[in-house]
């Protein structure tokens, strides 16, 4: 099993960046697909992007394609989400997570989930 942690959230103004970080703890991350989500006050959890274990394949949203990258760096045990021109629709919490098995863009296909950072971008 796998626990993972989120960090790097905060306030920043419209068109602002920051770095989301995803660390993992009880089995190496690099075993794991990771997928990022999101959540805003009063909607359900949305995919945003994820990557594959091996950082092969890469999948985005279409509200957030040309915008974000996911990364990963299998030595460090983590997966980081660089989130650039940001906008107040991307306020949300946000979280990482692994499915125990298949590559997924699904909230329903992933099994092991962080407890989220709240990101906030001010107009």
């Known amino acids: 099993q796998v626990q993972l942690v989120e960090s790097g959230g905060g306030l920043v103004q419209t068109g602002g960046s920051l770095r989301l970080s995803c660390a993992a703890s009880?089995?190496?991350?690099?075993?794991?697909?990771v997928g990022w989500f999101r959540q805003a006050p009063g909607k359900e959890r949305e995919f945003v992007a994820a990557?594959?274990?091996?950082?092969?394949?890469?999948d985005y949203a279409d509200s957030v394609k040309g915008r974000f990258t996911i990364s990963r760096d299998n030595s460090k045990n983590t997966v980081d989400l660089q989130m650039n021109s940001l906008k107040p629709e991307d306020t949300a919490v946000y979280y990482c997570?692994?499915?125990?098995?298949?590559?997924?863009?699904?909230?329903?296909?992933?099994?092991?989930w962080g407890q989220g950072t709240q990101v906030t971008v001010s107009s």
């Open positions: 009880g089995r190496t991350l690099s075993f794991y697909h």
């Open positions: 997570a692994a499915p125990t098995n298949y590559y997924s863009l699904r909230v329903s296909g992933y099994d092991y």
């Open positions: 990557i594959s274990w091996s950082g092969s394949r890469t």
